[in-house]
């Protein structure tokens, strides 16, 4: 004879058995598909990033590296990704989609897509705000703290809003963490406005992390201007500027990664040098630039933000 499960444990299988149930409709447009679950992830890795590694899939997706060379081999003999092997280090090689494989991407994406909204179309919007807020409270306090370090994150190119939440976030972590004023959000949205005007995907690019469907860091590099009124480009440096990374983040290697990104397309793009311009309280953003190979060039007191503060202009040369 058994007995009744406690009332916690029975409400928590009865809400996983409810779960399931719903999330099940989101893989219908799935299971029309040749790819399996795995694979469709992988794919959209991908369509996410320039290149990447089969190591960096293996340690963000948290998959067995077995098993991924199993779904990798698959997806090249599909002719879905390729493989160029690094300039730098021959050991390793640099995976990206393929035009077929893009094609193969999209109706994949579309139907997710498709599939979320048609699970939060029946409910009004507050309803979907609290909807959205019981899963954020769920995946925080169900995560321990070696889970959470595990949730992988990925960089992706900007999209619509993406600015925006750019200067906000500036605006109120520096204001909380170092008491900087609003002063500084004008100058972070002034900034922002101006890689929009320019931009020039041939020299510049901006990155997004994300983690668990929400934005946990930034970085953007630029083609470096001179003070002149025109702000003419300084030919062969690129400028590193508004790296950022989200508290919830931090520790994971994203701004390492961020940093690496910026160097990675500077030197593709042929720069021969990056600089950057930071304050010396901003001790964590300095250790990443110091790890990276940059080094301090400069430094002059000034007072901005509300605040005393000593800024440091750091380069990295590029060969």
Same mark, same amino acid.
């Given at each position: 004879?058994?007995?009744?499960?406690?009332?916690?444990?029975?409400?928590?299988?009865?809400?996983?058995?409810?779960?399931?149930?719903?999330?099940?409709?989101?893989?219908?447009?799935?299971?029309?598909?040749?790819?399996?679950?795995?694979?469709?992830?992988?794919?959209?890795?991908?369509?996410?990033?320039?290149?990447?590694?089969?190591?960096?899939?293996?340690?963000?997706?948290?998959?067995?590296?077995?098993?991924?060379?199993?779904?990798?081999?698959?997806?090249?003999?599909?002719?879905?990704?390729?493989?160029?092997?690094?300039?730098?280090?021959?050991?390793?090689?640099?995976?990206?989609?393929?035009?077929?494989?893009?094609?193969?991407?999209? +109706?994949?994406?579309?139907?997710?897509?498709?599939?979320?909204?048609?699970?939060?179309?029946?409910?009004?919007?507050?309803?979907?705000?609290?909807?959205?807020?019981?899963?954020?409270? &769920?995946?925080?306090?169900?995560?321990?703290?070696?889970?959470?370090?595990?949730?992988?994150?990925?960089?992706?190119?900007?999209?619509?809003?993406?600015?925006?939440?750019?200067?906000?976030?500036?605006?109120?972590?520096?204001?909380?963490?170092?008491?900087?004023?609003?002063?500084?959000?004008?100058?972070?949205?002034? &900034?922002?406005?101006?890689?929009?005007?320019?931009?020039?995907?041939?020299?510049?690019?901006?990155?997004?992390?994300?983690?668990?469907?929400?934005?946990?860091?930034?970085?953007?590099?630029?083609?470096?201007?001179?003070? !002149?009124?025109?702000?003419? +480009?300084?030919?062969?440096?690129?400028?590193?500027?508004?790296?950022?990374?989200?508290?919830?983040?931090?520790?994971?290697?994203?701004?390492?990664?961020?940093?690496?990104?910026?160097?990675?397309?500077?030197?593709?793009?042929?720069?021969?040098? &990056?600089?950057?311009?930071?304050?010396? &309280?901003?001790?964590?953003?300095?250790?990443?630039?110091?790890?990276?190979?940059?080094?301090?060039?400069?430094?002059? +007191?000034?007072?901005?933000?509300?605040?005393?503060?000593?800024?440091? !202009?750091?380069?990295?040369?590029?060969?």
């Amino acid at each position: 004879m058994t007995t009744d499960p406690e009332p916690r444990t029975a409400a928590v299988r009865r809400f996983n058995r409810f779960y399931t149930r719903r999330i099940g409709v989101l893989q219908e447009g799935l299971a029309e598909t040749r790819f399996s679950l795995a694979e469709s992830r992988l794919l959209r890795e991908f369509a996410h990033r320039d290149q990447t590694t089969a190591a960096e899939l293996a340690r963000d997706l948290d998959l067995d590296p077995g098993y991924l060379s199993r779904l990798l081999r698959g997806l090249k003999d599909g002719k879905l990704i390729r493989s160029v092997r690094s300039a730098d280090d021959a050991r390793h090689l640099h995976l990206s989609l393929t035009a077929a494989g893009k094609r193969a991407f999209a +109706p994949l994406d579309r139907q997710s897509e498709e599939g979320v909204a048609a699970l939060l179309a029946p409910l009004a919007d507050a309803e979907q705000q609290q909807l959205l807020a019981a899963m954020r409270t &769920i995946e925080t306090l169900l995560a321990t703290e070696r889970a959470s370090a595990a949730t992988p994150w990925l960089l992706r190119p900007p999209q619509s809003g993406d600015i925006g939440w750019v200067v906000g976030r500036h605006g109120a972590l520096y204001a909380r963490e170092y008491a900087w004023d609003w002063r500084f959000e004008a100058l972070v949205a002034r &900034i922002a406005a101006d890689f929009v005007d320019r931009f020039d995907p041939a020299r510049e690019a901006c990155w997004i992390a994300e983690r668990s469907g929400g934005n946990v860091g930034c970085v953007f590099l630029v083609q470096a201007r001179d003070e !002149t009124p025109e702000h003419a +480009p300084v030919e062969g440096t690129a400028q590193l500027r508004m790296l950022l990374v989200e508290p919830t983040a931090r520790g994971l290697g994203v701004g390492a990664r961020l940093v690496d990104e910026c160097e990675r397309f500077a030197r593709a793009r042929g720069y021969r040098r &990056i600089v950057l311009w930071t304050n010396s &309280i901003l001790t964590a953003a300095r250790a990443i630039y110091s790890r990276a190979g940059y080094v301090m060039t400069g430094s002059e +007191p000034h007072e901005s933000f509300g605040h005393r503060l000593v800024g440091e !202009t750091w380069e990295l040369a590029l060969g």
